[in-house]
């Protein structure tokens, strides 16, 4: 079965730059999650966008911006970047409105900030 | 007190033996739980969905809910050291506009041992 996609799986930038993170939801999904793991932590839910539209926000700093796109891909945009930033990224998506809200996850980004 | 609260790991457990890992949650209205399972450096896999009160069976697998209590549970029955992982307790919102982003717990870490 088709899995939740995310590129790249690893990344090294150095401080102040900035990162594009990309996430290719499972067939048919409709809803897209952004999660951060910091080491030794839980995920933190960052932003999430249904059919195109921001849904819901979480502890996402204003120097990260995201979108959905037409064919529900969806891009973190990460600018300023900050040692702190450094955490695996994680994407989820869920089936359409079936209030299950099971949330299947990708294989993470890796983000590294030297 | 943290919205998804775990009991406090590592759990470790003999091979064969039963683990069992709780979790309380504070809003007394959620519906739906989710247990997902964490290696180390990679994403979490959703193991189990529990949405009324009682047992959920699937295979080693046995998730119980008591919304009463506020408390969900997994146990694994017949633990092998494949089973050693991080257990996430998950929980999105009852209802209003935070289309089904998940608060974690923290997570306990479960070592079998041969």
């Known amino acids: 079965a088709a899995g939740v996609i995310q590129s790249p799986r690893h990344l090294i930038k150095e401080k102040r730059e900035t990162a594009t993170l990309k996430c290719y939801p499972i067939p048919r999904h409709d809803t897209v999650y952004w999660y951060q793991q910091g080491p030794g932590q839980d995920p933190q839910f960052l932003i999430s966008?249904?059919?195109?539209?921001?849904?819901d926000k979480g502890s996402i700093p204003d120097r990260f911006s995201a979108q959905q796109f037409s064919d529900y891909h969806s891009e973190l945009n990460m600018s300023s970047l900050e040692l702190g930033d450094s955490a695996l990224y994680f994407c989820?998506?869920?089936?359409?409105?079936?209030?299950?809200?099971?949330?299947?996850f990708g294989p993470g980004t890796r983000l590294t900030v030297t | 007190q943290k919205e998804v609260e775990q009991n406090s790991g590592p759990l470790s457990v003999p091979e064969g033996a039963i683990a069992s890992l709780n979790c309380t949650y504070s809003?007394?209205?959620?519906?739906?739980f989710f247990w997902y399972r964490q290696y180390s450096g990679k994403s979490p896999e959703l193991i189990m969905s529990?949405?009324?009160?009682g047992d959920k069976e699937d295979g080693r697998f046995t998730a119980q809910l008591n919304k009463a209590s506020q408390y969900v549970s997994l146990l694994i029955r017949d633990s092998q050291p494949s089973d050693s992982a991080t257990y996430l307790c998950a929980v999105p919102p009852a209802g209003g506009t935070s289309y089904g982003k998940l608060t974690f717990g923290q997570g306990t870490i479960l070592t079998v041992h041969p």
């Open positions: 809003d007394r209205v959620s519906q739906s």
């Open positions: 966008f249904y059919e195109k539209m921001q849904s």
């Open positions: 989820a998506s869920s089936l359409p409105r079936d209030n299950s809200y099971e949330q299947y």
């Open positions: 529990i949405y009324s009160n």
